[in-house]
C-alpha cells in the first residue's frame, strides 16, 4: 500500500509573542506557506495550511518532500522557532476535496507523535516517525543539521536561501523550479532591493555517483563568485560567511537525510 507524509508545524512559545507581534508571524508563515505550495505542487496531495492556532499541516506523496518543504519555510520565516512531526505512513480516511485536515490514517498519527514528542523534547524540535529503525538515523542527521542552522545569523541564512535559488537540492518533479525565484522577495540585502538572476534548472541532484561513499554534491564550484556579483560584495567576504555559516555543510547534511529517508519511502529521488 502507498504511504505518504504529513507535516505538521507549530510555533515555539506562540503565547510569548504579544498581539500584534503574532499577527506579524502569522501574516509572515501564510505569505510562506503560500509561495511554497505552489512550489511543491507536484509533491503535495494536500496543501499546506493553518489547521488549528499556530500549527500548520499538508499532505505530501513523500517524506523527502515533506522534508524539503520543512527546510524552505524554517529559511523564510527565520528566526522564528518551530516544533515539527513528520510522519510517514498510510492514507486511509480519504475525503475528496476536503482538505489535510479532514484526512486520516497512520500518516496523520504518525506526524502527531512526532510533533508531540517534539514539544516534549529539551533537545530535538523536528522529529521524523515511520515506526522504522530507521527513524534514530534520520532525526539524528535532522538535528544535527537544526542544531547548526540556529547558529547562523540572518545575512547566513539569507545567504542560504540565495544559494538554495540558485542550486535546489532536489530532483526530477518535486518542485517546481522556476517558482523559486519568487522565493527572491523574501530575501533582504542591505543596498540591494531588486535581485535578477537568470538561470536554467535543474541544477543539482540529490543521487550519488555509484563509487562514491561520502557526500560532496552540496558544495557548488563558483557560488561564493555568482552571489558577489548578484550582491555587489567580494567574493571573499560572501565565501567567509558561507564558512561561518557552515551553508556547504548543511546543503551535505540535507543530501544525507533525503537519502536516509530513501529507503523509506522505496523511491529514488
Known sequence: MKKYSVLMVDLKNSRSY?????????????????????????????????????????????????????????????????????????????VENESSTAQDGTVYHNARK???????????????????????????????NNLLTIKQSKYQNNLMLLAEILYPITNGDIIEYEKLKELLKFIQFEKKENLII?????????????ESFYITEGKKRGLSTQISKLLGVSRQSVEKSIKI??????????ISILKAMESLQGENL
Open 198 to 210: 537568470d538561470i536554467e534548472y535543474p541544477i543539482i541532484s540529490t543521487q550519488l555517483e555509484k
Open 245 to 254: 555559516g557552515d551553508i556547504y555543510e548543511l546543503r551535505n547534511l540535507t
Open 18 to 94: 504579544d498581539i500584534q507581534d503574532r499577527n506579524n508571524i502569522q501574516n509572515s508563515i501564510l505569505s510562506s506557506i503560500n509561495i511554497l505550495n505552489k512550489i511543491f505542487k507536484n509533491s503535495i496531495e494536500k496543501e499546506v495550511e493553518f489547521s488549528a492556532g499556530d500549527e500548520i499541516q499538508g499532505l505530501f506523496i513523500s517524506s523527502q518532500s515533506a522534508y524539503l518543504y520543512y527546510r524552505l519555510f524554517s529559511m523564510l520565516i527565520f528566526p522564528i522557532q518551530t516544533h515539527t512531526g513528520i510522519g510517514f505512513g498510510t492514507w486511509d480516511i480519504r
Open 114 to 144: 512526532a510533533i508531540d514528542e517534539a514539544k516534549k523534547s529539551l533537545e530535538y524540535s523536528v522529529l521524523f516517525y515511520s515506526k522504522s529503525k530507521n527513524d534514530i538515523i534520520v532525526n539524528s542527521l535532522i538535528n544535527s
